[in-house]
């Protein structure tokens, strides 16, 4: 099934719109593009709030809270995509349990080999005073003045989910 992306705000630069716009996992893109050397790098995995726009696409409260997974997927030494991904807790009741335990395992071969729905999908530049970004470059030398993201909301097993990807 293709993926309709809306875009908000300017269009993506070129040189990102294959990656922006690809269907598949990007982790298997990533992968593919780094073979010898891509590892998944666990930032934190924690219980928290989501932010308030986050809550808004899983129509969730915004006091509520979520497993929060950050990671970076990485060729070598260098981080390429910071992955925020935030999964509601009444998404983990049941048969998303194992979702706890994924260690460095890639989130993307999960929701793809299970064939995970991507239901909405918006692409977006994320400006630096956007939390997201903040997270995504506290461990960057040098700061871009902006950032494109990819945020979906996956339906797997009935339950959604929400995987932001943010191009470093």
């Known amino acids: 099934m293709d993926v309709?992306?809306?875009v908000r705000g300017r269009q993506p630069p070129n040189s990102?719109?294959?990656?922006?716009?690809a269907q598949g996992s990007l982790t298997q893109r990533v992968r593919e593009?780094?073979?010898q050397y891509f590892h998944v790098k666990v930032l934190r995995q924690y219980w928290a709030s989501p932010f308030a726009?986050?809550?808004r696409l899983l129509n969730l409260s915004p006091f509520g809270y979520s497993r929060i997974r950050e990671v970076e997927l990485c060729c070598?030494?260098?981080s390429v995509v910071f992955a925020r991904t935030v999964i509601p807790v009444s998404s983990l009741q049941g048969g998303l349990r194992h979702l706890l335990k994924l260690g460095s395992q890639p989130l993307?071969?999960?929701l793809f080999a299970q064939h995970a729905q991507r239901k909405v999908a918006h692409i977006d530049c994320l400006k630096r005073n956007h939390p997201l970004f903040q997270l995504a470059t506290r461990h960057l030398e040098?700061?871009?003045p902006s950032l494109w993201t990819r945020r979906s909301i996956f339906i797997l097993k009935n339950k959604p989910l929400l995987v932001q990807e943010i191009f470093l």
């Open 53 to 55: 726009d986050e809550a």
């Open 76 to 78: 070598g030494d260098r």
């Open 142 to 144: 040098q700061i871009p």
């Open 4 to 6: 309709f992306w809306q």
């Open 108 to 110: 993307g071969e999960i």
């Open 33 to 35: 593009t780094c073979p």
């Open 16 to 21: 990102l719109r294959s990656w922006l716009f």
